[in-house]
């Protein structure tokens, strides 16, 4: 059996706790530091907030980075976004970047599905990334951690596309009438996820903040209220451990809103991304959960 990757656990949810759970991975991140996060839709709420991640940003002396969406909506275009970016609070605390504002350039895929992944030209600019997510549920990927970050999040309009369509189109106008098998959906995040990981060489962390529990993305304007109690952060230098550890903690929960999470999760066939990344070598399952409580 291979070696467990190690996911570091705090149940505290602060601005200390984030910047104690990022050292305590031991890894420095170098360079010019892109921390990735969902700047979260006009409307939502449930987005990680300014105050909770400046601290740690600060400490990177990193650059929010995003990339415009797929789907209507002022996060669809780059001035729109922006200000949406603004009014959320988040130039308060940096420097943003939206990294397809400039356009997009293709990555190379290695995939059953995708040949290429789509991301912002901006990407080349980074040397290292902090894949800060906020863990949720998702209506089309049953949930949202730090895989789906780095895939859909790091693709461009055109990428965010061709991933939702399993490499059907690049077209944004044809994305709802071209969706594919869900699993085909599943495993092209997944295959996106690798290619932005094997393009910064590894050099990317991994967290997830498991709080504002909703079943729907802060990419949606109007989300469910959140079914759960907060449950803590997670890091890691493996996106799958990282994710399919926070799986099992809402699968273990005694919460009695963890069946409504569980249900979105499972109508979605949600887990089927993380066998499938592991088995395309993005991470792996087999993860040992360390508290640094």
Known sequence: MSEKSKVYFTKTITPESLVKIYEALGVNLKGKVGVKISTGEPGGHN??????????????????????????????DVKDHLEAVKEHGFT???????????????????????????????????????????????????????????????????????????GVTKNASELWGKLPK???????????????????????LYIDVMNNLSVDCDCDSNPEDPCMEDIGILASTDPVAVDQACIDLIWSSQDKGRDHFIARVERQNGRHILPYAEQIGLGSTNYELISID
């Not at 987005?47 to 002022?74: F, H, M, Q, S, W």
């Not at 290695?110 to 949720?136: E, P, Q, R, W």
């Open 47 to 76: 987005y990680l907030k300014p105050e909770l991640i400046k601290d740690l940003v600060n400490k990177l002396n990193g650059t929010i980075v995003e990339c415009c969406t797929a789907y209507a909506g002022r996060r669809m």
């Open 92 to 166: 308060e605390i940096a420097e943003v970047d939206i990294m397809d504002s400039e356009g997009d350039f293709e990555i190379p895929v290695n995939g059953k599905h995708l040949d290429v992944d789509i991301v912002g030209t901006h990407l080349k600019n980074y040397d290292s990334i902090l894949n800060l997510a906020h863990f949720k549920g998702h209506a089309m990927g049953g949930f949202g951690g730090v895989i789906k970050n780095q895939s859909i999040g790091v693709a461009s309009t055109a990428g965010k596309t061709y991933i939702h369509t399993a």
């Open 182 to 204: 869900q699993e085909d959906f599943l495993e092209s995040m997944a295959e996106a996820a690798k290619a932005v990981s094997d393009y910064m060489e590894g050099n990317i």
